[in-house]
């Protein structure tokens, strides 16, 4: 083998061992974000437990798709966790929106949507290598927890329009 083909092998190598590296890191990161999703879905559902004796209100689990970027900029549409909370005619949705490992995967990134027909906005929930660390809407950023997110709800449930019937 000459100074050249040992060259190239020597680089292929280390793209073959970088690649393999990014992509478990990603996949990885990935597991951790759906983990913490479907966690995100049940601690909602604990949070709002005084709801489901009230006469009209129903929750939905549900899945929702949203897009996920790795660190290479490869994009793919995905299924995760969503809940809709539903008072009467009006209802709410909690998604994921979406996911992406940056850099040399320093940072793993997400986000959940909540939104209703009738919000002036829809509020953001966002995740940071690992975990849910706030709530914001129009930048505004609250820190993220049951109190925080019940606040919200009893703010906008009242705001809530049912959606148009189309005949």
Known sequence: MNAIQNALKIAAQ??????????????????????QLSGLMESIEEWIQ????????????????????????????????????????????IAPKHFKVEGNLATATGSVEVYGEGMVAPYEITYINGHFDSIRRQGNNLSFGELTFNQILAAEVPRLKPPILEA
């Open 14 to 35: 280390k793209q073959i061992e970088y690649r393999n590296q990014t992509n478990i890191a990603s996949r990885d990161a990935l597991l951790v974000w759906e983990a």
């Open 50 to 93: 005084p709801l489901y004796d009230l006469d009209g209100f129903i929750t939905e689990a549900k899945t929702s798709a949203y897009l996920v970027t790795d660190s290479s900029g490869r994009e793919e549409e995905r299924e995760g966790s969503s809940l809709r909370l539903s008072f009467a005619d009006t209802s709410l949705l």
